[in-house]
């Protein structure tokens, strides 16, 4: 039997549909109140963000400190290349001159997944477990300014920076030429190597270079000891080599800020900086060709001859990655060409290893 539609279910009916009807329009009006978040909006521009991070190459960047202006130019060239308007998402570690702090860095890029890491290390030895992991999660290593000492050269993809060695035989090439000049007796030649970071690359180059150029040449190196690459430490090195010694005629920095510390404690003992040594002038050598002060020091005839270590490597490094994206496979070794600066104009050209330098003003 059909069911009569009492006048009280119809009021109920009409109200049931009038809350519908508010329902929809408080729908539509949160919808109307925010235009361009509509559900379609919000996923487009989540697509665009995440389009955009993965368009970026993600790179970790462990630098291993602050120590000389050396550094702060490398760090600027870095920063100022793996940028976003190149096309990098950059994560910058200090290491503060700790390989502890470096390689927990190295461990935090290997989390975040990178594409690339990048690594200045403080020393050569001890990285074999931390690049081991690094391989394992298949993110490639680039090697800048100093190298590793590792059991397989497989750890990392490749390295950019400076051939210290030679360097060092340019510094000493210029040494042995100018006291030859002077005809200086090379037994007469009493040295002091204030050396940088023991077991970094730069210091290793270094200090190898002039021990053997002090052997093959008959010179008397008296004393090495590390300055740190700093220019306080330098000053106290300084202060108690003079101590010690009361015939040192050459001083062999192995960076600028060394040579400015080491001058400022000669001429604090009262010694006079110059390279006139058979006149009782100390003469100071020095590595870099960065520091302004430094630079000055040449111009007036403090620091004797410097052999230029350039630390603009940031477009090198981006090189090597381009590379490696299209797919090839970078030199293992990439060396950079430097130059052998000096303000004295007696010698004008030096030879290493059968290779002719200018001798150049900075
Ligand atoms: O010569 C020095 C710095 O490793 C080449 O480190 C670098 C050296 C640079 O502290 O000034």
Redesign the pocket.
């Known amino acids: 039997m059909e069911k009569r539609i009492g006048k009280k279910e119809k009021w109920l009916a009409l109200l049931c549909s009038a809350m519908v009807l508010i329902c929809l329009l408080i729908g539509c009006g949160l919808r109307i109140d925010k235009p361009g978040q509509s559900d379609n909006d919000t996923a487009e521009k989540k697509d665009s963000d995440s389009l955009a991070a993965e368009n970026y190459i993600t790179v970790g960047f462990s630098q291993l400190g602050a120590?000389?202006d050396?550094?702060s130019a490398n760090t600027e060239s870095m920063l100022g290349t793996f940028t976003k308007e190149n096309g990098y998402d950059l994560e910058y570690k200090n290491g503060q001159q700790k390989q502890s702090n470096q390689i927990t860095a190295i461990r935090m890029f290997i989390q975040q997944e990178v594409d690339y890491i990048l690594l200045a290390p403080a020393t050569e030895d001890g990285w074999d477990s931390v690049l081991g992991e690094a391989r394992e999660a298949g993110i490639p290593v680039i090697l800048v300014?100093?190298m590793v000492n590792t059991s397989d050269k497989n750890l990392y993809s490749c390295w950019v920076g400076?051939d210290f060695e030679l360097e060092s035989k340019k510094v000493t090439a210029w040494i042995k030429a100018y006291t030859e000049s002077k005809n200086i007796d090379p037994a007469d030649l009493h040295i002091v190597n204030i050396q940088?970071s023991i077991g970094?690359?730069?210091q290793l180059g270094r200090s190898r270079g002039l021990a053997n150029a002090a052997r093959d040449n008959g010179w008397d190196l008296m004393a090495e000891v590390s300055g740190d690459?700093t220019e306080t430490k330098a000053r106290e090195v300084m202060e108690a080599l003079l101590k010690r010694f009361d015939n040192i005629n050459v001083v062999y920095c192995e960076?600028?800020?060394e040579a400015i510390g080491a001058i400022s404690a000669l001429e604090s003992a009262g010694k006079k900086v110059g390279s006139d040594i058979a006149n009782g002038e100390i003469m100071v050598v020095s590595?870099?060709g960065v520091n302004e002060k430094a630079l000055a020091y040449a111009r007036e005839g403090k620091i004797a001859c410097i052999a230029e270590?350039n630390p603009l490597h940031g477009p090198r490094v981006e090189a090597l990655i381009e590379a490696i994206e299209r797919g090839e496979t970078p030199d293992k070794f990439n060396y950079v060409d430097e130059k052998i600066y000096s303000y004295i104009d007696d010698i004008s050209q030096i030879t290493v290893d059968d290779v002719t330098y200018d001798v150049e003003k900075p």
């Open positions: 120590e000389s050396w550094r300014d100093r400076s940088g970094s690359t730069a690459f960076n600028d800020n590595f870099d270590c």
